[in-house]
């Protein structure tokens, strides 16, 4: 109810009582008992503690709403009534026009209020209804009191109805923890659910247990109570819903490229070929940014993506994507939308890119996966000045972009192309390993160019012009922005490559390093001296790539750069080698009856896997002896998979020499064609060339 001041109402103002005597505007005086009085803004009085209004007529808050939460018989009722009741007394009905006058047995000036009411008891009885003078008496204190016309209606069509009707109280507070239970469970029936409520209320009421209802009369419930909850639909959806936080959606919106991107890894839905017979899913690890919704980059590696990979993915998103050989002209930046000349004027390898803008992200949300967690990545991003921000777990919407980016690049990009296998086997084809299948690089190839292609300049749902509203697309939207955020290059060097990889602490013995049951060694290296680095025993820093371990870096404490250690056998194995490879060699050159060492062993294992795999798929017939059983060849193909993809190559900078090189010490030569490079576009440009 809202309450308005008149003259002479009685009010409580800072703990005394007064009585309005004047109104004048926002100004008001107030009269107190001892014939005080005081002058008091109207909003000053209302806004006081403390104020009431003691004795004033309260005014109906609602006059002549609309009432569409009745039923069409109910509301029409309650009209009727209030046009009734509004004659009974004005002698006008409601809505009467300015020239109407009163009928004379409602005329207020020759009638009076009982003999209107008798009025109009007698004429509403003999339209059929039962009213008599009490009945419109009570009407008129009803609507005088609410000032709503619903309150002229019967109260059990106002009434709100029970979401559980007539069932115990006990039952329903059974049934509402058991569906909590239900959240991490496996999806099961109603008929389930039914027993295991029967089953509770056993254990917990055992002298008087409340009836559960009938089947059907239980399912009806069910469905009132579960309504949103799916929780007899999918466990996923079901988990999800349930981690949703309590408060409402809110939009966050982020006005500079890079503020915030999102990072994640899912399984990408479309079969490659690894070569020798071997087909996988392959996994994409891609990070959006989410104020332009640009695919700042994507990686596809084999089944088990490593820490190394979502290291390498931030070098990535820093520098310009190049040209390739292949692309159309259309892709380039200065074919696009986004302001390649005020970037060129910045940043010159922008004039080798294509239509893919580089963006520094200041902030990166990840989940709580063992890769994201990791030393590796969390060191990476330290090394590039980028800050971190987990997602709580178990709440895949706190970083709901790359969750929907990725169900996009499923319906734009996956289920077009040859092995697309579908998100379930519900959804999949007949024979699709049957098909000619690209490996894992070429895919890569595919998907970089559908990225400037296919993403970067489409319109997206979420991205609108700030001036007309307008849908943009990516590259748009970062044109409008970096505007105002303006453009810093990032320049790379070989030496950033490797403080992105995984180290540990190791002792330079005089043989060189031992590491997982390979010895590295290389000329120049301080042996037998320390670091310096107490805080590890004065052990040296080694860094090392797990998809090619056929060299390691250690870190000169006592200058600049890294020293290059090759493994000591590597001559007898010239093929990628990733640590996965070994692994499964040294499993089986641990079962072979020989005198030789271990590592010579394995080298020997090894070597002969790879040769065994270069005679050629399965479906060409191997000399005798020499196929290759189902897990070799699953080993072989995921190594030249993580092999193929594009990694940068390093020109290792001679390190500082801090000692003497032992007469007798014996090393590898290390082969001419390093792995590794610098991120520059305009090499990197050339090294897609035939």
Same mark, same amino acid.
Request: with cysteine; aromatic share 8%; hydrophobic share 35%.
């Given at each position: 109810m809202r309450q308005v001041l008149h003259l002479g109402d009685q009010v409580r103002y800072e703990d005394c009582e007064y009585r309005v005597v004047a109104l004048s505007g926002t100004h008001l005086r107030l009269a107190g008992a001892d014939d005080t009085t005081i002058a008091v803004l109207l909003t000053h009085l209302l806004a006081s503690d403390g104020f009431a209004l003691l004795d004033g007529a309260p005014v109906p808050a609602v006059v002549n709403p609309r009432l569409d939460d009745l039923d069409t018989h109910t509301a029409d009722l309650a009209r009727q009534w209030e046009q009734?009741?509004?004659?009974?007394?004005?002698?006008?009905?409601?809505?009467?026009?300015?020239?109407?006058?009163?009928?004379?047995?409602?005329?207020?000036?020759?009638?009076?209020?009982?003999?209107?009411?008798?009025?109009?008891?007698?004429?509403?009885?003999?339209?059929?209804?039962? +009213?008599?003078?009490?009945?419109?008496?009570?009407?008129?204190?009803?609507?005088?009191?609410?000032?709503?016309?619903?309150?002229?209606?019967?109260?059990?069509?106002?009434?709100?109805?029970?979401?559980?009707?007539?069932?115990?109280?006990?039952?329903?507070?059974?049934?509402?923890?058991?569906?909590? +239970?239900?959240i991490p469970d496996s999806t099961g029936t109603r008929d389930r659910f039914r027993w295991r409520v029967q089953q509770i209320i056993a254990d917990r009421y055992p002298d008087d247990p409340p009836p559960v209802p009938a089947k059907s009369t239980f399912n009806k419930l069910l469905r009132t109570m579960t309504a949103g909850t799916y929780t007899f639909d999918a466990a996923v959806t079901r988990r999800n819903m349930s981690n949703r936080p309590a408060g409402g959606f809110t939009t966050l919106t982020f006005p500079r490229p890079g503020q915030v991107v999102q990072i994640d890894t899912t399984t990408i839905d479309i079969l490659t070929h690894l070569g020798d017979g071997i087909t996988e899913r392959g996994e994409l690890t891609a990070a959006v940014d989410v104020a332009t919704r640009t695919l700042c980059a994507g990686i596809l590696r084999p089944q088990g993506t490593k820490a190394i990979d979502a290291a390498l993915l931030l070098p990535r998103m820093l520098v310009p994507d190049p040209m390739r050989p292949g692309w159309d002209d259309a892709l380039r930046i200065t074919h696009s939308?986004?302001?390649?000349?005020?970037?060129?004027?910045?940043d010159d390898r922008m004039r080798l890119a294509a239509a893919k803008p580089a963006i520094y992200p200041e902030m990166i949300v990840y989940d709580q996966g063992k890769v994201y967690v990791s030393a590796t990545f969390v060191q990476a991003c330290r090394r590039l000045g980028i800050s971190l921000q987990p997602a709580p777990p178990g709440t895949p919407t706190y970083k709901g972009v790359i969750e929907r980016t990725f169900g996009s690049i499923n319906t734009l990009f996956c289920q077009y192309v040859v092995g697309y296998v579908g998100c379930d086997?519900?959804?999949?084809?007949?024979?699709?390993?049957?098909?000619?299948?690209?490996?894992?690089?070429?895919?890569?190839?595919?998907?970089?160019?559908?990225?400037?292609?296919?993403?970067?300049?489409?319109?997206?749902?979420?991205?609108?012009?700030?001036?007309?509203?307008?849908?943009?697309?990516?590259?748009?939207?970062?044109?409008?922005?970096?505007? #105002? +955020?303006?453009?810093?290059?990032?320049?790379?060097?070989?030496?950033?490559?490797?403080?992105?990889?995984?180290?540990?602490?190791?002792?330079?013995?005089?043989?060189?390093?031992?590491?997982?049951?390979?010895?590295?060694?290389?000329?120049?290296?301080?042996?037998?001296?320390?670091?310096?680095?107490? +805080?590890?025993?004065?052990?040296?820093?080694?860094?090392?790539?797990e998809y090619d371990i056929t060299r390691i870096w250690v870190r000169n404490h006592h200058g600049t750069g890294w020293f290059t250690l090759d493994w000591t056998h590597?001559?007898?194995?010239?093929?990628?080698?990733?640590?996965?490879?070994?692994?499964?060699?040294?499993?089986?050159?641990?079962?072979?009856?020989?005198?030789?060492?271990?590592?010579?062993?394995?080298?020997?294992?090894?070597?002969?896997?790879?040769?065994?795999?270069?005679?050629?798929?399965?479906?060409?017939?191997?000399?005798?002896?020499?196929?290759?059983?189902?897990?070799?060849?699953?080993?072989?193909?995921?190594?030249?998979?993580? #092999?193929?993809?594009?990694?940068?190559?390093?020109?290792?900078?001679?390190?500082?020499?801090?000692?003497?090189?032992?007469?007798?010490?014996?090393?590898?030569?290390?082969?001419?064609?390093?792995?590794?490079?610098?991120?520059?576009?305009?090499?990197?440009?050339?090294?897609?060339?035939?």
């Amino acid at each position: 109810m809202r309450q308005v001041l008149h003259l002479g109402d009685q009010v409580r103002y800072e703990d005394c009582e007064y009585r309005v005597v004047a109104l004048s505007g926002t100004h008001l005086r107030l009269a107190g008992a001892d014939d005080t009085t005081i002058a008091v803004l109207l909003t000053h009085l209302l806004a006081s503690d403390g104020f009431a209004l003691l004795d004033g007529a309260p005014v109906p808050a609602v006059v002549n709403p609309r009432l569409d939460d009745l039923d069409t018989h109910t509301a029409d009722l309650a009209r009727q009534w209030e046009q009734h009741i509004v004659e009974v007394e004005t002698g006008l009905p409601l809505g009467a026009g300015p020239d109407a006058r009163p009928r004379p047995e409602y005329d207020p000036a020759t009638t009076t209020l009982t003999e209107r009411c008798q009025a109009k008891a007698r004429e509403l009885t003999a339209l059929g209804w039962q +009213a008599s003078p009490r009945t419109i008496a009570r009407m008129r204190r009803r609507l005088r009191t609410t000032g709503d016309p619903r309150a002229l209606t019967d109260g059990r069509a106002r009434r709100p109805a029970s979401m559980t009707g007539d069932t115990d109280p006990r039952v329903v507070e059974v049934i509402r923890q058991a569906l909590q +239970a239900e959240i991490p469970d496996s999806t099961g029936t109603r008929d389930r659910f039914r027993w295991r409520v029967q089953q509770i209320i056993a254990d917990r009421y055992p002298d008087d247990p409340p009836p559960v209802p009938a089947k059907s009369t239980f399912n009806k419930l069910l469905r009132t109570m579960t309504a949103g909850t799916y929780t007899f639909d999918a466990a996923v959806t079901r988990r999800n819903m349930s981690n949703r936080p309590a408060g409402g959606f809110t939009t966050l919106t982020f006005p500079r490229p890079g503020q915030v991107v999102q990072i994640d890894t899912t399984t990408i839905d479309i079969l490659t070929h690894l070569g020798d017979g071997i087909t996988e899913r392959g996994e994409l690890t891609a990070a959006v940014d989410v104020a332009t919704r640009t695919l700042c980059a994507g990686i596809l590696r084999p089944q088990g993506t490593k820490a190394i990979d979502a290291a390498l993915l931030l070098p990535r998103m820093l520098v310009p994507d190049p040209m390739r050989p292949g692309w159309d002209d259309a892709l380039r930046i200065t074919h696009s939308c986004l302001p390649y000349e005020r970037l060129i004027g910045i940043d010159d390898r922008m004039r080798l890119a294509a239509a893919k803008p580089a963006i520094y992200p200041e902030m990166i949300v990840y989940d709580q996966g063992k890769v994201y967690v990791s030393a590796t990545f969390v060191q990476a991003c330290r090394r590039l000045g980028i800050s971190l921000q987990p997602a709580p777990p178990g709440t895949p919407t706190y970083k709901g972009v790359i969750e929907r980016t990725f169900g996009s690049i499923n319906t734009l990009f996956c289920q077009y192309v040859v092995g697309y296998v579908g998100c379930d086997t519900t959804r999949r084809g007949a024979r699709i390993a049957d098909k000619p299948l690209w490996s894992l690089a070429q895919l890569q190839d595919l998907f970089d160019e559908w990225v400037i292609a296919g993403w970067q300049s489409r319109p997206h749902d979420e991205l609108a012009s700030p001036d007309t509203g307008r849908r943009l697309s990516p590259n748009e939207m970062y044109a409008t922005l970096v505007a #105002a +955020a303006g453009y810093v290059p990032v320049m790379l060097r070989g030496d950033d490559y490797l403080e992105l990889l995984p180290t540990f602490w190791a002792t330079l013995n005089d043989y060189g390093v031992r590491w997982a049951g390979r010895v590295y060694n290389t000329r120049g290296l301080p042996r037998r001296q320390p670091s310096g680095v107490t +805080a590890q025993k004065n052990k040296w820093q080694v860094a090392y790539d797990e998809y090619d371990i056929t060299r390691i870096w250690v870190r000169n404490h006592h200058g600049t750069g890294w020293f290059t250690l090759d493994w000591t056998h590597r001559a007898m194995v010239n093929a990628p080698l990733a640590d996965f490879t070994w692994r499964h060699a040294r499993r089986k050159a641990a079962t072979m009856d020989s005198t030789e060492p271990l590592e010579t062993r394995t080298a020997r294992v090894l070597n002969d896997l790879l040769r065994r795999a270069g005679h050629g798929p399965p479906d060409q017939p191997p000399p005798p002896g020499t196929a290759l059983t189902a897990e070799e060849r699953r080993v072989v193909s995921r190594t030249r998979a993580g #092999a193929a993809a594009h990694r940068p190559t390093l020109d290792d900078p001679p390190p500082d020499d801090i000692g003497e090189e032992p007469a007798d010490e014996t090393s590898a030569d290390a082969p001419s064609d390093a792995p590794f490079g610098a991120f520059d576009a305009a090499d990197h440009a050339q090294r897609w060339l035939p």
